[in-house]
């Protein structure tokens, strides 16, 4: 248990599918983060929330869509995906501030179909 | 130039020997360091962070860190079959938006041979 949940762990969808990632966090923390992990690539940095404030986003494509509606909680909303986008997505949040760590969630293993 | 860069491995040690992992960076004003550990199908697990020169001991981890030359290392004593897994390197910076960036590195597969 890391503190940091994420729902569903796995998931299969469609391209003209829509469906919600959520992430949730019991640390306190007021930052929160969406990563994408891709076969041999590095951890991408999608989005970044900090007070609930969108404070980052690294040019993801608008089929990706976040939502934090407070400090607790994360959505990544989903719709008319690609194959490629098929991969790991992970959670994490932390406290603001450079020497605090991130913590992450079990992520969620979507496949798109 | 990559922004963070480890040697993907695979990395292989005899069961008891010292693994030594290596990561570089490239932002010098970066200011806070971790290491992770990754095992297939998981997500990262925070087993180290280090925030100034020199060395920090936790257990078997010992974690190097070298500003001026930008490296940071991770030693695991006495390795152990369970200590097979890939780690990721991290490092803290500013992002070109002025936030707080974790950017990480591809990570090294490590194997232990029993």
């Known amino acids: 248990e890391t503190g940091v949940t994420q729902t569903p762990r796995h998931l299969v969808m469609g391209m003209t599918n829509k469906k919600s990632l959520k992430c949730e966090q019991h640390?306190?923390?007021?930052?929160m983060y969406w990563y994408k992990q891709s076969a041999k690539k590095p951890l991408e940095l999608m989005f970044v929330?900090?007070?609930?404030?969108?404070?980052e986003n690294n040019s993801v494509p608008s089929r990706f869509s976040p939502e934090c509606p407070n400090s607790s909680h994360l959505f990544l909303h989903l719709h008319t995906l690609q194959p490629e986008d098929s991969a790991l997505y992970l959670c994490?949040?932390?406290?603001?501030?450079?020497?605090?760590?991130?913590?992450f969630g079990q992520g969620t293993r979507l496949t798109v179909v | 130039q990559k922004e963070v860069e480890q040697n993907s491995g695979p990395l292989s040690v005899p069961e008891g020997a010292i693994a030594s992992l290596n990561c570089t960076y490239s932002?010098?004003?970066?200011?806070?360091f971790f290491w992770y550990r990754q095992y297939s199908g998981k997500s990262p697990e925070l087993i180290m962070s280090?925030?100034?020169?020199g060395d920090k001991e936790d257990g078997r981890f010992t974690a190097q860190l070298n500003k001026a030359s930008q490296y940071v290392s991770l030693l695991i004593r006495d390795s152990q079959p369970s200590d097979s897994a890939t780690y990721l390197c991290?490092?803290?910076?500013?992002?070109?938006?002025?936030?707080?960036?974790?950017?990480f590195g591809t990570g090294t597969r490590l194997t232990i041979i029993p």
């Open positions: 994490a949040s932390s406290q603001t501030g450079l020497n605090t760590e991130a913590f």
């Open positions: 640390l306190g923390h007021n930052a």
């Open positions: 929330y900090s007070l609930e404030e969108r404070v």
């Open positions: 932002d010098r004003v970066s200011q806070s």
């Open positions: 280090i925030y100034s020169n």
């Open positions: 991290a490092v803290n910076g500013i992002s070109n938006f002025g936030n707080e960036k974790l950017t």
